[in-house]
DNA sequence: CCTCGACCGCCT
DNA sequence: GGCGGTCGAG
């Protein structure tokens, strides 16, 4: 039995081995997707389960996937009252919306070929690969995956998803609003033949529909594009975040935003050139963009990773946390860095960082990072934390238990620490025999050129120079 | 250079 | 006490 084309929908066929939506989405790369559920009750395997929302800066798009087709609609906002799209302008809509999902999904990469490659490469990769499928890298607006990753330090999934959504409903105006998928459900068998009334067409919304949706319905959402670094920049922004909750990070965002948009000032009311700057980081070596990046206030080594990987196409960078730093550990043959503190943690030293960092890009090549996101969306805290809901053969209750079985190397109980303050060091301190290989730095041009570099590098020119002598 | 504590808020 | 860190002082 196959899955009829849900109303006001267009389907693009996809295997799932190529994109899995319900992992992608959720698994910490992009936090402003809103997912519902399409039924209360089972669902046909051949059937989407969920609707997944995104709004853009001129659109909503809209998007359901069965097992082998993705089906994309595009919800637009009111226009003239009175203008009704004609077809040809439907069906730009609808290319547009089409060339947008290629480009966010990468869809040209062939993900199947490089699982492939990594399972060849690395018998760890190869032991769950099957359990993780269509795990690939989102290429996102870099803008929006900065300021979302400067409020990603010391935070969850959970809460930085309610930071981005409150941020985009105080900073950026509202750009149209909708009602809630219909369930499956909701009507009688016969919805799952022809799925959903809602207006998901490439039609905007009448007026009078809005309206009287925005009296009737209650669970109607309102969508709001991501702000603008002009909108976060003003010094009123800081204490404004303080007081929706961001902690710490409130001052982060609105320097970042400040330093972007006083580099970059918008020559026009509608300009983007702020925005546009940082695209161009995509044009630059792995190592100048990092730089760039890390002249930003809140911007550290991990968070300037995270987004030279998932918005600047540094496809081979590896971002570091304390998941993949144990499981380096653990797997990898990373050493613990030989200090550990009184509760068992071990500190994330930069000489650690680039240790993991190097090692890891050594084991995947070249699109290191991309493997490196299967693993981290492999690790069961957090679905079971966030409540991801991919469906996963074997039940696991931790990263170690996706790897038992394995051909794992030997593992030996690495040296006490000169002063280990008399507590007991936990497993994950174990490290295994294997010699841990040099590092070999990569790549990385230097500027030389104070007056070639933006006011937002100039900033933190002493960080930069502390770096910089690094290599 | 490197190490360390503080930092917001929300959750266990 | 912990969390997918970063900053600034020592």
Known sequence: MSCPIPAGFH?????????????????????????????????????????YR???????????QSPDTLYYSTVLPTRDQHASSTIFEEEKVRKETLDWIRDYFQLDVDLLHLYNDWSQRDPVFKSFRDRFEGIRMLRQDPWENLISFICSSNNNISRITKMVTS???HFSPPLLSLPPPELYSDSSASSLLSPPATPLSERPLSQSQQQEDMSTERSLRTYHPFPSPAALASSSVASILRSLGFGYRAEYVQKTAQMLSEAHPPKSEDDDSAERYLRTLRDMSTGEAREALLGFMGV????????????????????VDTHVHQIAMRYYGVSSGSKARSNGKIPMTPKIYDQVNAKLAEVWGDY?????????????????????????????SSVSD??????????????????????????????????????????????????????????????????????
């Not at 399409?38 to 059937?47: A, E, I, T, Y």
């Not at 995104?54 to 359901?64: E, F, N, P």
């Not at 550290?300 to 971002?319: F, H, I, N, Q």
Request: proline share 10%; aromatic share 4%.
């Open 167 to 169: 941020l985009c409903e």
């Open 11 to 51: 389907a693009l066929p996809l295997p799932i081995v190529q994109l899995s939506l319900a992992a992608v989405l959720k698994c910490g790369q992009s936090f402003r997707w809103s997912i519902f559920p399409l039924s209360s009750g089972p669902v046909p395997p051949s059937h989407p389960t969920h609707e």
């Open 54 to 64: 995104l709004c853009l800066r001129d659109r909503v798009v809209c998007l359901r």
């Open 368 to 396: 290191a990072g991309w493997a490196h996101s299967v693993l981290f969306t492999a690790d069961l805290k957090s679905f079971s934390t966030y409540g991801l809901d991919i469906p996963t053969p074997v039940p696991a």
């Open 402 to 471: 996706l790897f038992t079985g394995l051909p794992t190397p030997p593992i030996t109980p690495s040296p006490s620490p000169t002063k280990s303050r008399g507590k007991r060091r936990k497993a994950a301190v174990l490290v295994p025999e294997t010699s841990i290989s040099a590092k070999e730095e990569s790549t990385d041009e230097i500027i030389q050129d104070d007056s070639s570099l933006s006011l937002a590098e100039r900033v933190k020119k002493r960080r930069r120079v502390t770096i910089l002598a690094k290599r």
């Open 300 to 319: 550290g080594r991990k968070v300037a990773d995270c987004v030279l990987l998932m918005s600047l196409d540094k496809k081979e960078v590896v971002p």
